[in-house]
């Protein structure tokens, strides 16, 4: 495995937490009642989760334009499936990950409203006191939030599937776009512009379904229409869609690339 590889592996798990803790931003928000400074930083979150798949384009350019000289493409399939893999593996864990980031994003947003400050609040964290609140906050999952997957009759299943399919397109459509220029590579250029158009299509469906059903869901905790224990459920509930989206990644590499290839063709 290449060192270019490696990097992105690297990037794509820490990337992906990051992304997967952004929603546990939203129960923050909810439980301090500052719901715009808490929905301040989910949108960084939410940017930085939703464009950072195309830096596995030009880090995986070399390894690439290696396996079209070889004229091997199948070769790099493997190096794509472990890609994903680490996105499902660094999806669980970020999920495992949330009760302890809930604490401490509690205290973050809290110290914020106080000192009004990044600098001032950076100069807390790493402080004694500051590093003291993030030990004290270390929290093990509990068994009452896997409990919780039992009361999936009274979630929006729409809404969960849309987001487990919008998290799937945009996690395997850089790979998807990069292993058709492959297949193609008089056609590469056409293919890798193309994955701009996927995460595009990913990021709109997050933006016009996803994302204002859970700002409405939380106006509803807020106006007492509907109970924090339901939000939360609603939460995890999609933060479990998004580790099978990743999985569903995985069958969909082949079958988009070759769609990829075949719009790249006709175009």
Sequence with gaps: MSTQVII??????????????????????VRTG?????????????????????????????????????GNP???????????????????IGSALMPTFIKVFEKVVESFSINRSIPKL??????????????????????????????????????????TIAFSISTVGVLASLYAGC????????CSTLSAVINGSATILMVIFIDPFISILTDDVINGECSQLQFDRCIIFIVGGLIVGTILAQFLLIPAAQVISFIAKSI
Excluded: C
């Design 8 to 29: 992105v592996l690297i990037l794509t798990i820490i990337i992906t937490i990051i992304s997967t803790l952004a929603y546990s931003v939203r129960i923050v928000g």
């Design 122 to 163: 950076l100069m807390h964290a790493f402080s004694k006191s500051g590093i003291e609140q993030f030990k004290s906050s270390v929290t093990k999952p509990r068994k009452e939030n896997f409990a919780h997957f039992k009361s999936f009759k009274m979630m929006p299943k729409k809404i969960i599937l849309l987001n």
């Design 34 to 70: 500052r719901i715009a400074v808490s929905f301040a930083v989910f949108n960084i979150f939410a940017l930085v989760s939703r464009t950072a798949n195309s830096v596995q384009a030009p880090l995986l350019a070399k390894t690439i334009e290696s396996t079209i000289k070889a």
């Design 74 to 92: 199948q070769s790099l399939l493997s190096t794509f499936r472990w890609i994903l893999f680490s996105t499902t593996i660094a999806t669980i």
């Design 183 to 190: 297949l193609n590579p008089e056609l590469r250029t056409t």
